[in-house]
């Protein structure tokens, strides 16, 4: 997972340096909270929320309606009982499309708010709070982001994804399945966040504000 890591950075960087001059590139981050919606806990009936959401990446726009970004996510589920819960690092790649653009939300503002549908696939590495395992998995996501401009270099950002991690083998509480009928199972959750874009080569010319 380090070199997936290591890889996502120095492509980014690649990127940004062959681009630099381009109207159609964002780096974006955010905070927000990541709920599980299945097998949250095998100890207790505790939610196990993840309330330290960070995430951060790039988007480039290849035309006024579609994109893709590169992400880096952490996520930290824990409840009441300090030594059960789950970390998880999540790198993914997802294509975005201009919903705002195509439903006349930026013409109805003035072109102030838009409005994004995004979708894509990534990889999760979880490890275990109480025992140190780590455990792999793939990860659809899926997801809506408003987005509401503030100046001409940045925008805030809001998001609302749901994520299906594909053959998890253990809880958000860190334990792993215990039925040893059952290796792994499709594990899924929702992810609220809010944040900051800014623009590279400024709101005027981007995609993200033209009708």
Known sequence: MKN??????????????????????TFEASYGMSVPLNFVSNVSNENFNSTSHFDGGIRYMFTRDLGVKGELAYDKYSGKAANYGMKTILVDAQLYYN????????????????????????????????NGMTDHAGTYIMGLSPLFKLSDAFA??????YKLNIKQHIHFDGTFFADPTVTNHDVSQFTVSIGAIYYLGGTKSHSDWSR
């Open 156 to 161: 805030l950002s809001t998001d609302i994804s």
């Open 99 to 130: 919903l705002g653009r195509l439903s006349g939300l930026l013409y109805a503002t003035n072109e102030t708010v838009g409005l994004y549908a995004h979708a894509g696939f990534g990889v999760a590495s979880n490890k275990s709070i109480n």
């Open 4 to 25: 997936t890591i290591l890889l996502f950075v120095f492509t980014i960087i690649g990127f940004t340096s062959q681009a630099q001059i381009s109207d159609n590139i």
